[in-house]
Each structure stands twice: as structure tokens, then as C-alpha cells.
């Protein structure tokens, strides 16, 4: 059986949990604003589908915590879950809902990418 490593056990527990939230943001998205373009369903079946798509999203989520705290702390791994989360729905809104980010957006994204910077360089 193959084990999977990138070579230094602390490098893969600081790369994996940043892909495995990047992947998780990406179902959490959906599941939260992918009914958004199907109005004419039932309120139930958007309920019960963004679900179902959440179950995915805690199969990432769940391990890349666990995996990731002790490389990082859990405010930490709060943080890039945060950041990742904007930049995700950033695409998402854009690409999928067909919404214009405007300055004001990014500006209060920067905002939040300097409340990082902070968390980061704090301790």
C-alpha cells in the first residue's frame, strides 16, 4: 500500500488542510448559494439538496482540521478557512451568479486579508 507524503511530515500538515479547505469551501458554496439560480424549486428541495452537498463538505472540513491543528492553531485554521471562503465565493459570485464585485467589495475583502495578515504575524 502506497503512503502518500510530501517528504516532511510538517510540510503535509500544513499544505494538505489548505487544499482540503479549498475543496471543502467549494461544496459549501454550492450547498449555500447554488439554489440561487433555481427560485421556481421548492424551498424544501433547495434545503434538503444544499444537505446532501454539505455532507461532502464536512468529509473535507472535519479531516483538514484535524489534520492541520498542531501545524497551525485552531484560530489560525479559522483564518485561512475565512480567506479561502471569500476568495471561493468571490469566484463563485462572479462566475456562476453572474455578479459584479464592485471596489467595495475588495476593498472590505482587504480588509479581511489584513485581519489575517495579523493573526498571522501576531504569534
Do not use: D
Amino acid at each position: 500500500m502506497a503512503s502518500f507524503s510530501f517528504g516532511e511530515a510538517g510540510l503535509m500538515a500544513r499544505v494538505l488542510p489548505i487544499i482540503m479547505l479549498l475543496g471543502s469551501n467549494l461544496f459549501m458554496t454550492i450547498a449555500w448559494y447554488g439554489h440561487l439560480k433555481f427560485k421556481a424549486a421548492p424551498l424544501v428541495l433547495a434545503v434538503l439538496a444544499s444537505w446532501g452537498i454539505a455532507f461532502f463538505e464536512y468529509w473535507l472540513a472535519v479531516p483538514a482540521n484535524r489534520i492541520g491543528y498542531g501545524a497551525y492553531s485552531a484560530a489560525e485554521l479559522k483564518t485561512i478557512q475565512e480567506v479561502i471562503t471569500l476568495a471561493v465565493f468571490a469566484g463563485f459570485s462572479v462566475l456562476y451568479l453572474k455578479e459584479p464585485l464592485g471596489l467595495h467589495h475588495l476593498v472590505g475583502f482587504g480588509l479581511i486579508a489584513a485581519g489575517a495578515f495579523v493573526i498571522f504575524r501576531g504569534g
